[in-house]
DNA sequence: AACAGTGGTTTAATAAATGAACCGAAGGAG
DNA sequence: CTCCTTCGGTTCATTTATTAAACCACTGTT
């Protein structure tokens, strides 16, 4: 690991919930000596990558990321074309819609939207899922990079019961979205929440992010999968529209393959 | 400089003309090896700071860079509470209003808003601003930290003919400016623009950007200064009281002052 | 007064960055 | 076809910057 790697990995402590932190506090959570880390500071004050607040000392994200994210955002408009889709992703199905972004080394939430259906909802922050306990990270292992599931099988950190705790697990998961075409994951990451995915691919033809539902457990239905089946599909292809790509045939063939299975299930019910 | 500062810099050469750079080119621009800067890419790629497309091998700036834009911005919201104001600046005066946050070693522009007034107006580029030579960054010197004006003195890069060539004119601009309490600067960045601004303050009680109105000189009047120094009074009020701060009583009277100079020398006009 | 916290600084030991030279591939020009 | 340039990427001995223990100065608590 890179010392640029190290110094910036001080700014994955930083979040919504605690967006302040001392020298001492970040030295604790980085497990780094303090001069070391009071080196890397400075540094990234240099460059206002963190600023300091005069009067408590405390470091929090400076301005520079500000004007790289609006030149990100400009050029490559990934928000921008996800936002439409998502609202009526959420309104569709009532639940919490989400779209991620994939790159090399893992999933970055993008954007969220919560459906106003019911009061009780789930809630994503906007941080790095973890691979191998949400349906947008299986969804990203079963159908992106390869060497994405080399980083899911180091870091199989549980969540809840359901979490996949071993390679052989997490591999049959993949493999059962593979087929499906939907990332799927069934209280591995929160407990009452169930998350559907699907992939989303841009102008390269890679796949470069998922769209995803969260869904509140104890309101599942059959009926409920379906439309958010449905729905995904709607989101999928038009936010790979947005981003300049289209979802290649064979996931498409995938997604009719399980509907059509779906709708048997439902007839013999 | 770090190695840190080093491989960040490399970003600085990415904008919204130029978002995409080979490994060559930013060798160039950067006037760095070309093993040192690839694997300072690689590097910044590993962390999602830069990302590469797979067909042309191209770099442009990855997605880590929004995650923590919005924890800034949920956190800090700068940007939120300054719209508002700068939409009504704008409207006010007919021209170009733009707003910039001080961070200790220069001028981040953030957000800029153009009058629909007039056909021809100010284009503010969202980069960093020049210290000496536009309103917001001799209002920041007049009025900021002192060691600003060591780090403006040091690169006093022509644009104009009007700009500042030497520390003894600047350090008169600045002067007028911290007499006036308004930033100033006439055509001394662009050909045709003069700009005038006003300090913002945050929480703190340090000041922590500038709001700022560039216009167009040919338009200029007396009454259109006027109104100019009023509407950056009401944007720089409102401003700083949505970013948690409010503008020192001494900045206050300064303004009442030139105010009050303002109208006897329209009077007697 | 002793203690446990801060933020910040110095030190010799050590691990990391550097850049000239190099590779293979792709494209153009003669 | 050969020659030449430019591209992205790689190698390795040399040099340079990073590291972390110990240390200061300060503040508030017991």
Redesign the interface.
């Given at each position: 690991m890179?010392?640029?790697?190290k110094?910036?990995?001080l700014?994955e402590h930083?979040?919504?919930q605690n967006?302040?932190l001392g020298l001492s506090q970040l030295c604790r959570l980085a497990k780094k000596d303090k001069a070391t880390t009071y080196?890397?500071l400075t540094?990234?004050?240099?460059?206002?990558?963190v600023?300091q607040?005069?009067?408590s000392k405390m470091y929090?994200?400076?301005?520079?990321?500000?004007?790289?994210?609006?030149?990100?955002?400009?050029?490559?408009p990934?928000?921008e074309g996800a936002i439409k889709p998502l609202e009526i992703l959420a309104q569709a199905t009532g639940e919490t819609a989400h779209v991620s972004?994939l790159?090399?080394?893992?999933l970055?939430?993008?954007e969220a939207c919560e459906s106003m259906l019911h009061s009780t909802r789930a809630v994503i922050d906007?941080?790095?899922l973890p691979l191998h306990a949400t349906a947008s990270g299986i969804c990203a292992l079963a159908f992106g990079p390869a060497d994405l599931t080399q980083i899911a099988n180091t870091t199989l950190t549980q969540f809840t019961k359901q979490t996949a705790q071993d390679v052989e697990t997490l591999a049959r998961y993949i493999s059962r979205v593979q087929q499906s075409g939907f990332g799927f994951s069934d209280r591995a990451f929160e407990n009452d929440i169930v998350g559907f995915a699907a992939p989303l691919f841009d102008h390269?033809g890679?796949m470069a992010g998922t769209v995803a539902v969260a869904a509140v457990a104890s309101r599942l239905t059959n009926a409920l999968v379906d439309q958010i089946h449905n729905s995904l599909i709607t989101a999928s292809t038009s936010i790979s529209h947005n981003w300049g790509g289209r979802v290649p045939t064979s996931i498409q063939t995938l997604w009719a393959q399980s509907s059509k299975s779906l709708a048997e299930k439902e007839m013999s019910i």
């Open positions: 890179s010392v640029v790697a110094a910036i990995s700014l930083f979040s919504v967006p302040e080196r890397y540094t990234l004050e240099s460059i206002d990558f600023e607040n005069p009067v929090r994200i400076g301005p520079a990321v500000l004007h790289l994210a609006d030149i990100r955002e400009q050029t490559v990934r928000r972004i790159s090399g080394n893992g970055h939430a993008l906007l941080q790095k390269t890679q």
